[in-house]
């Protein structure tokens, strides 16, 4: 047992529990609305464009409040933080639930959702940097490894849960399940509401808390510059890249505002948050190919549902399973991962698991209509391992470049450029998918005139600009394997 800040005593196992699931419950909720859009639209009476603000507005929220929770672990004690992030979390996801079905309804549950992406943008980081703070180096590799059950595991179950509530009415020990879009919150509410009432009793105040001054710039330079910034890439996937009001204005004026933030932060002896951790390149390196972890699993996963339900003709209850043995794949070997890291060091595990990465890809830039989904559900699984072998790792290692007193600031700083990366590939992705299927698109007369060869080119125009996907996942993959050759061997300081 160890001791927290006032000397009282804990569970560091508990601790974990509580954290691991909680996030875990956050990032099952935020992935369930891809399965969840026709539900909600014929509920709410709203159009596509509309239905898909539920995960717009998520991803900026939670984007946006990312680079404050360096600055909450630091100043309010864990135990008061914790609860007050599961209490917002619980009231986002209770209120989503609870809007009624109506047009007017709508903005009850994107309020909701905007409450619940609050508070997971800061709890990922926080999970990490109590995870850094009460487990020693070796048992920390483990325990991170853990966590990549919320960034891996969760966001492939979402998706599946969903689409088996929604498929029919079920019976779980006696209990009647209906395919309501509302129980797509229970499992999520249920597990937080658990960890609340587990927290009080067992929850300590395990980071260490200091004075930090209000610095309200900061706040808001962080708030408006990283939301503008996200909000601009989020739009170029239904405006293009060079939409001025839409995409350019409110991306430019964040990539200033956060310019001056940075310049801000460089100068306080007290940062909001210290961005000097990009200076050491012990923590840089492997920050970048967590980055590019993120944008070559985007490459694949973004579009290959769409791929298995438009061309393949799958249910979205079906192409969830197709992807679940990849899904336990990741999740069982993330723990793992904890443990290779300590035998033989994040090069040798980086350098592998990118190569399997990279050919899992390989094939998917050669797929047809015709493509098997065994086939994927195997090629896809193969990629979930790489990702799994190099994920957590790579996070451990750029944790480490630090003391437990940066933990706060590495975390958040880790957790923001994921983030950036992220949003950046989804930009990428959707623009160049668009513009590839409308280059290849045929004329709308050709539908009148022959609607066989019309229904034929419009396949053939969706299968370009899926391989163009997965290539431009290929090549961020095989970029990652190259930049893997510079992390130092285990044992080299």
């Known amino acids: 047992m160890s001791q927290d800040i006032h000397g009282k005593t804990y569970h560091a196992t508990v601790i974990l529990i509580i954290t691991l699931t909680t996030t875990f419950a956050g990032s099952l909720m935020q992935t369930t609305m891809a399965t969840a859009m026709p539900a909600l639209m014929k509920a709410f009476q709203i159009s596509f464009s509309t239905a898909q603000q539920a995960t717009?507005?998520?991803?900026?929220?939670?984007?946006?409040?990312?680079?404050?929770?360096?600055?909450?672990?630091?100043k309010f004690p864990t135990k008061w933080l914790l609860l007050g992030l599961d209490v917002l979390l619980l009231a986002g996801m209770l209120i989503s639930y609870a809007a009624p079905s109506a047009t007017n309804g709508w903005w009850l549950f994107i309020a909701g959702r905007i409450m619940a992406a609050a508070a997971f943008g800061i709890l990922l980081p926080l999970m990490q940097t109590i995870i850094a703070t009460i487990f020693p180096p070796k048992q920390m590799a483990v325990a991170m490894g853990l966590s990549g059950l919320v960034v891996g595991l969760a966001p492939a179950l979402g998706p599946i849960?969903?689409?088996?509530?929604?498929?029919?009415?079920?019976?779980?020990?006696?209990?009647?399940?209906?395919?309501?879009?509302?129980?797509?919150?229970?499992?999520?509410?249920?597990?937080?509401?658990?960890?609340?009432?587990?927290?009080?009793?067992?929850?300590?105040?395990?980071?260490?808390?200091?004075?930090?001054?209000?610095?309200?710039?900061s706040l808001s330079l962080s708030l408006v510059g990283f939301s503008s910034l996200l909000l601009g890439l989020t739009n170029v996937a239904t405006v293009g890249w060079w939409n001025i009001p839409a995409v350019l204005v409110p991306g430019i004026s964040g990539l200033l505002l956060i310019c001056v933030f940075i310049h801000r932060q460089l100068r306080l002896d007290i940062p909001f948050l210290n961005v000097r951790v990009f200076l050491n390149k012990a923590f840089t390196l492997p920050t970048v190919l967590v980055v590019l972890v993120?944008?070559?699993?985007?490459?694949?996963?973004?579009?290959?549902?769409?791929?298995?339900?438009?061309?393949?003709?799958?249910?979205?209850?079906?192409?969830?399973?197709?992807?679940?043995?990849?899904?336990?794949?990741?999740?069982?070997?993330?723990?793992?991962?904890?443990?290779?890291?300590?035998r033989v060091g994040v090069r040798?595990?980086?350098?592998?698991?990118?190569?399997?990465?990279?050919?899992?890809?390989?094939?998917?830039?050669?797929?047809?209509?015709?493509?098997?989904?065994?086939?994927?559900?195997?090629?896809?699984?193969?990629?979930?391992?790489?990702?799994?072998?190099?994920?957590?790792?790579?996070?451990?290692?750029?944790?480490?470049?630090?003391?437990?007193?940066?933990?706060?600031?590495?975390?958040?700083?880790?957790?923001?450029?994921?983030?950036?990366?992220?949003?950046?590939?989804?930009?990428?992705?959707?623009?160049?998918?668009?513009?590839?299927?409308?280059?290849?698109?045929?004329?709308?007369?050709?539908?009148?005139?022959?609607?066989?060869?019309?229904?034929?080119?419009?396949?053939?125009?969706?299968m370009a600009g899926f391989r163009v996907s997965f290539c431009i996942?290929?090549?961020?993959?095989?970029?990652?394997?190259g930049v893997a050759w510079f992390l130092k061997p285990k044992g080299e300081n």
């Open 56 to 74: 717009t507005w998520f991803l900026l929220v939670n984007g946006a409040v990312v680079p404050l929770s360096a600055y909450l672990a630091i």
């Open 294 to 342: 993120m944008m070559a699993m985007y490459g694949v996963e973004m579009m290959l549902p769409t791929y298995l339900q438009n061309i393949l003709g799958l249910t979205p209850f079906q192409s969830g399973l197709t992807l679940l043995g990849g899904a336990l794949f990741m999740g069982g070997l993330s723990p793992v991962s904890g443990f290779l890291f300590n």
């Open 473 to 481: 996942g290929l090549v961020f993959a095989v970029v990652g394997l």
């Open 161 to 217: 849960l969903s689409g088996w509530i929604l498929s029919r009415n079920h019976r779980l020990f006696g209990l009647l399940i209906s395919h309501s879009w509302r129980n797509i919150f229970l499992v999520p509410i249920i597990l937080v509401a658990c960890m609340l009432i587990l927290a009080i009793f067992q929850m300590k105040d395990v980071l260490p808390n200091r004075a930090v001054p209000r610095d309200f710039t």
């Open 348 to 462: 040798r595990l980086a350098l592998f698991g990118f190569s399997l990465l990279t050919l899992g890809t390989l094939p998917f830039a050669f797929i047809t209509t015709t493509t098997s989904a065994r086939l994927i559900g195997i090629i896809y699984a193969l990629r979930l391992i790489g990702i799994a072998l190099v994920m957590m790792p790579l996070t451990i290692s750029a944790m480490n470049a630090f003391p437990q007193s940066m933990a706060a600031h590495a975390s958040t700083a880790n957790n923001m450029a994921r983030q950036l990366g992220a949003s950046v590939a989804v930009a990428l992705l959707s623009s160049v998918t668009q513009n590839i299927i409308s280059q290849h698109m045929p004329t709308g007369q050709l539908k009148v005139t022959n609607p066989v060869a019309y229904a034929g080119q419009t396949l053939a125009a969706s």
